[in-house]
């Protein structure tokens, strides 16, 4: 196909409109819920108060602000697909911003700032009624995705805008698209990274928690279980990689009671076999299991209790321990210059071949 084609092709998939609304119009749409910030997305509006007060300035300075974009549901409501940070800190700064935990008593206090050193410590309420309407007179650009769009319209331009230098994780990222295109798929991921046996054979950091790292490892729990390898050949970098296969995976056929049922058996049993050593490596010298949660030891052991359980064996403490022993050696061999999407195939073939080879 030519360039001249592929644009033409692609160009059809996303149908936008554009026109500019002042923000007393935005927070009206907000207040009467024909504008849609999903309660999950405001966790991630983590700007923080001197961002907010820059915001706040720029607009009383009439300073153009980038374009908001947002899609058109079946029920003409508009999701915000990007410019949630603007939207919240605005609706902050007027009071309106519902489950707001980041404005006392609702309304954010702004900093001084460069160019209004005397907008430090007001709020909207402390405001001249003049002010105000300067204020929401200010006008944004909006840019609307329309509902004849292609289905994964919004899922592909959200993860164009906010891929790098958004501040969010990539896992933070992909739930923002869960949200919009299987919001089913996003609840059960959040769901198992809950489940108890799992969260104890995860030791990780506070931080790395909130970055949603727990669901990043349900994700790779279930890319590994169900791997489609050409379309992992056609990836070079792993994010993207991930993006599509939540979207293969987590379609009307996928089984969820089952996976779910075999999920928690699978953590059961590796939690009451190794507790939060179970994805450590073993150190044989030592004889005792050391250092961080190893991304390639959580993906070969799940892969062979999994595989275990569903094909109806039993499977013990002891045969835990021995293959996950086993999965430390075989772990260590990996090269540490091996690029992450590669090792994911070093670790499925090492899972396989324990598997193969059983106890023996």
């Known amino acids: 196909m030519s360039l001249n ?35 999950e997305f ?7 108060s001197t961002q907010k007060s820059r915001l706040i300035e ?3 300075l009439g300073i153009p602000l980038p374009s908001i974009f947002v899609s058109q549901r079946d029920d003409g409501i508009w999701d915000v697909v990007d ?26 206090r702004a900093e001084k700032t460069k160019y209004l050193p005397s907008l430090g410590g007001k709020t909207w309420r402390e405001l001249e009624p003049e002010l105000q309407r300067i204020f929401k007179r200010e006008k944004v650009d909006i840019k609307i995705i329309k509902r004849e769009s292609e289905p994964n319209a919004k899922f592909e331009l959200f993860q164009r805008l906010n891929t790098g230098g958004s501040g969010l994780t990539d896992q933070e990222i992909r739930n923002c ?31 790395q928690s909130e970055e949603a790292l727990y669901e990043e490892y349900v994700v790779r729990y279930f890319i590994q279980l169900h ?6 050949k056609s990836h070079d970098n792993i994010g993207p990689y991930f993006d599509e296969e939540v979207v293969r995976l987590f379609n009307t056929e996928f089984q969820y009671e089952d996976e779910q049922k075999l999920f928690e058996q699978t953590f059961q049993i590796i939690n009451q076999s190794l507790g939060e050593d179970a994805f450590k490596k073993f150190h044989s010298k030592e004889e005792k299991y050391k250092g961080p949660v190893s991304t390639p030891m959580f993906e070969v052991l799940t892969i062979i209790i999994a595989n275990k359980i569903r094909s109806g064996e039993t499977v013990t403490p002891d045969n835990v321990m021995d293959f996950s022993k086993k999965a430390s050696n075989e772990v260590n061999a990996i090269p540490s210059t091996t690029r992450p999407i590669s090792k994911m195939d ?15």
Not at 87 to 107: P, Q, R, Y
């Open 227 to 232: 791997p489609d390898i050409s379309l992992r």
């Open 83 to 108: 410019g949630l940070q603007r939207i919240a800190t605005i609706l902050a700064f007027m009071g309106k911003l519902k489950d707001n935990i980041d404005s006392e008593k609702n309304f954010f």
């Open 177 to 207: 698209l869960l949200i919009m295109v299987n919001k089913k798929a996003f609840n059960y991921i959040k769901g198992l990274s809950r489940n108890s046996d799992f969260l104890a054979t995860m030791p990780i950091s506070d931080k």
């Open 5 to 39: 084609k592929e644009i033409e092709s692609a160009r059809l998939k996303i149908h936008t409109d554009s026109y500019p609304m002042s923000i007393g119009e935005l927070a009206n749409l907000y207040d009467d819920n024909e504008l849609d910030i999903n309660p």
């Open 58 to 60: 720029s607009i009383f």
């Open 346 to 360: 070093k670790t499925l073939n090492i899972a396989k071949k324990l598997l193969n080879n059983g106890q023996n």
């Open 42 to 48: 405001q966790r991630l509006y983590r700007w923080n």
